[in-house]
């Protein structure tokens, strides 16, 4: 059976009098002015071209017509096969952004007050977001000095018999320690759920799966920052709890069945979604055709695009080697193959004189840009005005701290060419080198 991806929205389709999915259609002008905005200039030349392609698409619109969906369609379906295709997974669900599809696996495991669900130190907000709103407990493991990911070590001591969800990031598209991840959860409690937060790591693979595969849920970002973009917002999610597979469609709109028996004197009916405990209220993260359209074609090129984040990385690395207070990013292996979303660049402060906010200065004096992503959770106001003892939390995550404020940072390796590439690289280790002689 073909699948289908779409709400109920109209489309009564060949009636005398139909009743259109789309209100108001967009027109040529309004394409146009979509057109302008993606493609921006100024100049003569510019204005030339533009007025060409107006009168292109104003010929156009004589002989066109427009989509009878702009939600939910054909597009939508065809960017989860191709996702599909590339995870090897089956009934991936494009939704509005990643923490959407986090939003799904919580509910899925009844996220209530008085469960704990246990993120990293080190990552973005929306990992832990959907927990604090319903007033979940969150409690934050440590993470390994290498790699910024969470600990597994650190894991063991922090599961507790109220552990409901464990969710691992993979900062940069570098690959956590999956295997050692799920063995201590579920040998710890089999029911606990674990969701990859899979943000950055859409391509990454991990002993010969990809990431965001492996645990019971994974959410892949979209958002304009991330490796590839579904024209600035979305999210794919997919499970391994099979129950949940055919589900995950209505999931994303409300529980809405337009497939089972209708209520009397209607055309569809609604259900509460069977959680692991109990029904749970889905709500609405449906997408579009246009950003679906934008994520199918960036899924075919996902492969190129880590190649040459790859090879960037690669030269850093090699590069960094001469200096060993510079600790280089891990560039992988066969077992673990990142997306290089971010380059980890780590000194080590004893060698180097000096701790990573000297470096980071004298980056940004050189010219080159460097973000460290994120600051460890438990400092941002958030979580103190929810009543958390965030010294306490901060006290047992010393790895975090100690990374964040001394050894670690990101640098850029996308957009680039090979000549800023390498001005990086020069300006990292003149940077380095002068923290060592004290200048
Ligand atoms: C970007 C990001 C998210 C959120 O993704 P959205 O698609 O914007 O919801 C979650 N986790 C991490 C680590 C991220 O960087």
Avoid at 193 to 202: G, Q, T, Y
Avoid at 407 to 426: K, S
């Amino acid at each position: 059976m073909k699948k289908k991806a779409s709400d109920f929205r109209y489309n009564t389709g060949e009636t005398r009098v139909p009743w259109p999915a789309v209100g108001e259609n967009y027109n040529a002008h309004d394409l146009m002015e979509v057109i302008k905005f993606m493609m921006q200039g100024q100049g003569a030349e510019y204005d030339a071209a533009i007025d060409e392609v107006a009168e292109k698409v104003y010929a156009l619109d004589k002989v066109s017509r427009a989509p009878g969906k702009l939600s939910l369609d054909v597009n939508v379906v065809a960017a989860e096969e191709a996702c599909d295709e590339y995870l090897n997974t089956q009934g991936s669900l494009f939704v509005t952004n990643a923490t959407a599809g986090f939003e799904i696996a919580y509910k899925y495991a009844n996220i209530d007050p008085g469960d704990e669900v246990i993120v990293p130190a080190i990552t973005f907000i929306a990992t832990m977001a959907y927990p604090i709103s319903v007033g979940a407990k969150i409690v934050i493991c440590d993470v390994a000095p290498n790699t910024i990911n969470m600990d597994p070590e650190d894991l063991k001591k922090k599961l507790s018999p109220k552990t409901k969800m464990v969710v691992p990031v993979h900062i940069g598209g570098y690959p956590c320690n999956m295997e050692e991840i799920m063995k201590v959860t579920k040998e710890y409690n089999k029911d606990i759920v674990v969701l990859e937060d899979a943000a950055h790591a859409f391509g990454a693979m991990y002993k010969g799966k990809r990431i965001g595969t492996i645990g019971d849920f994974g959410s892949f970002s979209f958002h304009e920052v991330k490796n590839v973009t579904s024209f600035g917002e979305g999210g794919i999610v997919c499970t391994n709890v099979e129950e949940m597979r055919p589900l995950m469609p209505r999931c994303r709109f409300f529980g809405s069945d337009f497939g089972a028996k209708p209520i009397d004197n209607w055309f569809y009916n609604v259900d509460a979604m069977p959680g692991k405990y109990g029904p749970f209220v889905a709500l609405n993260s449906s997408t579009t055709e246009i950003q679906a359209i934008g994520l199918k074609l960036q899924v075919a090129r996902n492969e190129q695009i880590i190649a040459e984040r790859r090879k960037n990385a690669a030269y850093l690395t090699e590069r960094f080697k001469a200096n060993d207070a510079i600790i280089p990013q891990d560039i992988g292996g066969d077992d673990v193959q990142p997306t290089f979303h971010l380059y980890l660049l780590q000194i080590d402060p004893a060698k180097a004189g000096g701790d990573v906010q000297v470096l980071r200065k004298k980056l940004e004096a050189k010219g080159v840009t460097n973000l460290p992503h994120f600051g460890p959770l438990y400092r941002f106001n958030i979580l103190k005005q929810l009543g958390y003892d965030v010294d306490a939390m901060s006290a047992a995550c010393p790895v975090a701290n100690e990374v964040f404020d001394h050894r670690f940072t990101h640098l850029p390796l996308y957009g680039i060419d090979e000549e800023q590439v390498q001005y990086m690289a020069d300006a990292v280790l003149e940077a380095v080198e002068e923290m060592q002689k004290g200048l």
